[in-house]
């Protein structure tokens, strides 16, 4: 089968972006998507309002779409912790003492086991721990927090959220309040804090906590408007919180309970650290009543000084499997390739794997660019994503590849990171990280985004001579990862001496 065409009015534009879903959505934010109502006569727990579950939720005959799942194989991945306090873990949802309302939207989401890093961080959290959380992509770490956090203020909403206007008599202009989170959760990117916002807005349902997300490159005023309705749940790229901060009439942290920082590794790398810097001290809150998390793939250095800095003595530190080590059921190939041959190589991968979601990542917004003229002449249903796109344009690049009437996305490195999108059968590196752009764990994120919870995937990456200063780290990923080394990569194999060492 041949990739189907898109319909005309769906075909990706010179720049890529789908002109169809973009038409349709032009002034809709995916911020701006329907959360539950809370009205004050609800007892402790909301009534289910069939409509809005079916839009969180989906249809409930594919819901458990997820039972193809290999759940013995992810049991199997071991959990290193380290701190003063040993956590035991949960062997099931049931057990977790969760509220009785988060069990039932942890179910309606599909979810019937806990992932290894829910185990253990979902009764470190409940017991009131600090917690670092390091678990490769893909293996559940969203829900690591939000769960048992949503949990535990389920029952202490009243007592603990601010007031907020009631949406059925809701008057503009009159009852707009300032918005005191008490939660915080900091993302890199706007397509990964839509992304959080959407699995809180299914974890928010039927209780008092109202979810909010704010990030770039959309109107301000649209985003306080929302904000201004009440917000208890707040999720928030680095630049447009703080901007939000420094109007405290707009937000404020001072009822704030937990801060999670996601994708710590890529937050405190790129230039962000002062911004971290204000969000963790700088909002008012209350920094010795505030429970923190720091969640990522990898754990390098510039995270492990902020949790020194931030996180009480106490933390605990999970990591599951070993850190920054991709998973074994990513199978990975290495093609080894001329520069100028590049295109016709990524031509035959698509030939050769066609019809399925593929990312194809690249290194700069030029070469994003062109990659999309090239396979958009070629035929090929694309869209694509980077940074200096407009946020509309990159709502619909995500939402047109997410629908699969574009099953092809080209990216940036940092534009996909996190990005959790189903059935990412192939991974393309058009271009390897460069060592001072990332270098092998950036590799590790971005092959990340196939191979999801147990899933298998393929990431195929072209190396040229350029990518010399990766190959031996490369290689010793493919070794621990129990990947087949391809001949011309045989030299950088490190010295076998000490016998068997990579094969214990
Ligand atoms: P990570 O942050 O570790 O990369 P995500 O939190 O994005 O991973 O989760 C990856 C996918 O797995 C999401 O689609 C999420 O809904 C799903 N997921 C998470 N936990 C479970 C679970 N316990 N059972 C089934 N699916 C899950
Ligand atoms: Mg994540």
């Given at each position: 089968m041949d990739y189907a065409q898109p319909p005309p009015d769906q075909a990706p534009d010179a720049n890529g972006a789908s002109n169809g879903p973009m038409i349709q959505s032009?002034?809709?934010?995916?911020?701006s998507a329907a959360v539950y109502q809370w009205n004050d006569?609800?007892?402790d727990v909301g009534p289910k309002l069939e409509a809005l579950e079916l839009e969180l939720f989906g249809d409930p005959a594919t819901r458990?779409?997820?039972?193809?799942?290999?759940f013995r194989r992810i049991e199997s991945i071991e959990v290193k912790q380290e701190g003063p306090v040993k956590i035991e873990p949960i062997k099931n949802f049931k057990e977790a003492g969760l509220h009785p309302v988060m069990l039932e939207n942890v179910l309606l989401a599909g979810y019937t086991h806990p992932t290894p890093i829910q185990k253990f961080t979902i009764p470190a959290i409940i017991s009131g721990r600090d917690v670092i959380g390091i678990a490769?992509?893909?293996?559940g770490k969203t829900g690591a927090y939000l769960i048992p956090i949503l949990s535990r203020l389920m029952g202490k909403a009243k007592k603990l959220a601010a007031p907020r206007p009631n949406p059925a008599t809701f008057c503009e202009g009159r009852d707009e309040v300032t918005a005191e989170p008490l939660v915080l959760i900091v993302a890199p990117t706007r397509e990964l804090a839509v992304q959080i916002f959407n699995e809180a807005r299914k974890f928010c349902y039927r209780t008092m906590l109202r979810p909010c997300v704010v990030y770039g490159g959309t109107p301000v005023p649209e985003q306080i408007r929302l904000l201004s309705r009440g917000c208890d749940v707040l999720i928030g790229t680095p630049g447009r919180l703080v901007s939000f901060l420094n109007k405290p009439r707009v937000l404020t942290l001072r009822r704030l309970k937990y801060l999670i920082i996601d994708e710590a590794d890529e937050m405190l790398d790129i230039g962000w650290q002062e911004d971290i810097q204000r969000i963790m001290l700088g909002g008012d809150q209350d920094e010795g009543n505030v429970k923190y998390g720091l969640f990522s793939a990898t754990f390098p250095k510039t995270a492990r000084d902020l949790a020194k800095e931030h996180l009480a003595a106490a933390h605990v530190r999970f990591r599951v499997g070993r850190a920054g080590s991709t998973t074994e059921n990513i199978k990975q190939i290495i093609v080894q390739t001329e520069p100028h041959e590049k295109r016709n190589v990524l031509l035959q991968l698509l030939n050769e794997m066609h019809g399925v979601r593929t990312i194809i990542f690249a290194n700069s917004r030029q070469e994003v660019d062109c990659l999309d003229d090239f396979l958009f002449n070629m035929k090929l249903p694309v869209t694509s994503m980077h940074s200096e796109r407009t946020q509309l344009e990159r709502e619909a690049a995500m939402r047109a590849f997410r629908a699969g009437t574009a099953p092809i996305l080209i990216a940036t490195g940092v534009t996909a990171r996190g990005i959790d999108v189903r059935n990412v059968m192939h991974v393309i590196n058009y271009d390897l990280p460069s060592m001072d752009h990332g270098g092998i764990e950036e590799y590790t994120h971005r092959i990340g985004?196939?191979?999801?919870?147990?899933h298998r995937g393929v990431a195929t990456s072209l190396f040229t001579e350029r990518d010399e200063p990766i190959a031996s780290v490369l290689t010793r990923t493919l070794l621990e990862t129990k990947q087949e080394i391809p001949d011309f990569l045989?030299?950088?194999?490190?010295?076998l001496a000490p016998a068997g060492r990579w094969g214990q």
């Open positions: 032009s002034d809709i934010f995916d911020g006569e609800y007892g458990h779409e997820r039972t193809g799942l290999d490769q992509t893909g293996s985004r196939t191979g999801r919870i147990g045989e030299i950088y194999k490190p010295d």
